[in-house]
């Protein structure tokens, strides 16, 4: 009688984005197939860069369900980090033999990034036209794109897109 053994590790890839906001969700996705068998299950592991200890938190979703007979597949999980700062990713995945296969680490530059918004005047009466001021701050880096909305009601009375200027004024506008 012959039996079969699997060694073969699922073959996973590095994730995907490399840049993300602190304190935003952003989706982390890789390629995954397993050339034998089945996959079981996959992790999320990161950590700051520099730092010996890997973290872990939500298990990552695998599609197509099951990932199996060397199909092309993906593994994705949504994750935010806390604070800016240059972080390492990565994806690691086991088959239904145990065995484990680990992706590329992807290093990832979080950013952070702040909006202030102000008024000049700072009061005055109902036909009182207001200027209104955005500044931006933070280590993120690129143009801005501005939008006011005077009377929340979800329509934008004025759209700048990628400006370089900071801080905006948009004058007489509310």
Not at 30 to 51: H, I, M, N, Q
Not at 94 to 113: E, F, H, I, K, R
Not at 143 to 161: P, R
Request: hydrophobic share 30%; glycine share 12%.
């Amino acid at each position: 009688m012959l039996f079969g053994v699997d060694f073969t590790n699922p073959i996973v890839g590095s994730p995907a984005p490399n840049s993300a906001q602190s304190g935003v969700s952003a989706l982390y996705s890789a390629t995954l197939r397993d050339p034998v068998g089945k996959v079981t299950g996959c992790g999320f592991y990161w950590r700051e860069v520099g730092s010996p200890t890997w973290n872990t938190g939500v298990s990552p979703t695998v599609n197509p369900i099951p990932c199996e007979n060397n199909a092309d597949c993906t593994v994705s999980v949504n994750h935010t980090f806390a604070s800016a700062g240059s972080y390492e990713t990565q994806f690691g995945c086991t088959d239904q033999a145990t065995n484990t296969g680990w992706g590329g680490v992807t290093t990832v530059q979080v950013g952070s990034l702040s909006v202030g918004l102000g008024a000049a005047p700072s009061s005055g009466s109902v036909n009182t036209l207001f200027d209104l001021i955005g500044t931006v701050s933070g280590t993120m880096t690129g143009n801005i794109s501005y939008k006011f909305d005077c009377t929340n009601n979800g329509t934008w009375e004025l759209e700048v897109n990628n400006q370089t200027q900071n801080p905006y004024t948009a004058v007489d506008l509310c």
